[in-house]
């Protein structure tokens, strides 16, 4: 009951326009794991490197300059199909690990995720998302500042996001009036190979630097979770590193050159966004 205090919050970020992704809305009868179509997309090394540099407090994260070159792509994207959105609907996922939402907790005998998954808005409104994206006008500075302010506006990383729509019925009514996102978006973070002693590379339990999907793909009849999933990580080996994106769609939903579009618009962007950090 705490957290209906977030609840207009929540509805707000929900409730503005958003448009049909690609052919239909996700049917999670027919769009399961193992009829998606997966790809991988690499961001050069000149730009990861860039945007995986130390930075101080102040400046935005690498998980938020993904998503603000996400946004503004997408927008870019859209536009050229004759559609119009001022602000992109994203599920951003996290790691759920808030002590401070049970005071008290100690989370350090634990490891992993709890995970979070919340949706979540940068509003574009008064930019040119093509323009931003090719570089040819300013507003990447702007469009970084949104989404820093959009980050800082989520009340607790996201995490009662959750309990509102699936353990409050009140407030579970409430929101599952509004559709869920149709993109979701995940930064794990870095992932280290070169930590890993020869002798245990290859092992079963160790971190797949190919993909993150520890599911058996074949087999896996789960309903995907969106249109459009993006799970993005910082690959470090001894060649330096790079960040690394895993998307995968339904067919019947999205084609392959139109997720391929969206994401060279991506690359784009965060070139863009990139050389606004050098």
Do not use: C
């Not at 199909?81 to 690990?97: D, I, K, S, V």
């Not at 407030?171 to 002693?197: D, K």
């Not at 290859?202 to 789960?222: H, K």
């Not at 690394?244 to 139109?258: C, I, M, R, T, Y």
């Amino acid at each position: 009951a705490e957290r209906r205090g977030e609840l207009d919050y929540w509805r707000s970020v929900l409730a503005a326009d958003d448009p049909t992704l690609g052919r239909r809305r996700l049917d999670p009868t027919v769009d399961t794991a193992d009829r998606l179509t997966r790809t991988t997309v690499v961001v050069p090394d000149e730009v990861s490197e860039i945007l995986l540099a130390p930075r101080g407090a102040e400046s935005a994260t690498t998980a938020e300059v993904l998503v603000a070159a996400l946004s503004v792509a997408v927008a870019a994207w859209r536009a050229e199909r004759g559609e119009t959105a001022a602000a992109p609907l994203l599920t951003l996922e996290g790691h759920g690990r808030e002590e401070a939402v049970v005071p008290g907790s100690d989370l350090a005998r634990t490891v992993g995720w709890f995970t979070t998954m919340y949706p979540a808005r940068v509003d574009l409104s008064g930019l040119d998302p093509a323009a931003v994206v090719d570089g040819r006008a300013a507003g990447g500075d702007d469009v970084v500042a949104r989404t820093r302010t959009s980050f800082a506006d989520v009340p607790d990383h996201g995490i009662g996001y959750g309990m509102l729509r699936y353990l409050d019925d009140e407030s579970g009514a409430t929101l599952r009036e509004f559709a869920e996102p149709q993109i979701v978006f995940n930064y794990i973070g870095r992932v280290a190979e070169t930590g890993v002693p020869e002798e245990l590379r290859g092992s079963a339990w160790l971190p797949d630097f190919d993909t993150p999907d520890l599911t058996d793909v074949a087999r896996n009849r789960m309903p995907a979770q969106a249109e459009l999933d993006i799970q993005s990580m910082a690959e470090t080996d001894e060649a330096g590193s790079r960040i690394k994106a895993f998307l995968s769609f339904p067919p019947d939903v999205l084609g392959e050159d139109e997720v391929d579009a969206l994401t060279q618009k991506w690359l784009a962007a965060l070139a863009v966004l990139a050389g606004r950090r050098t």
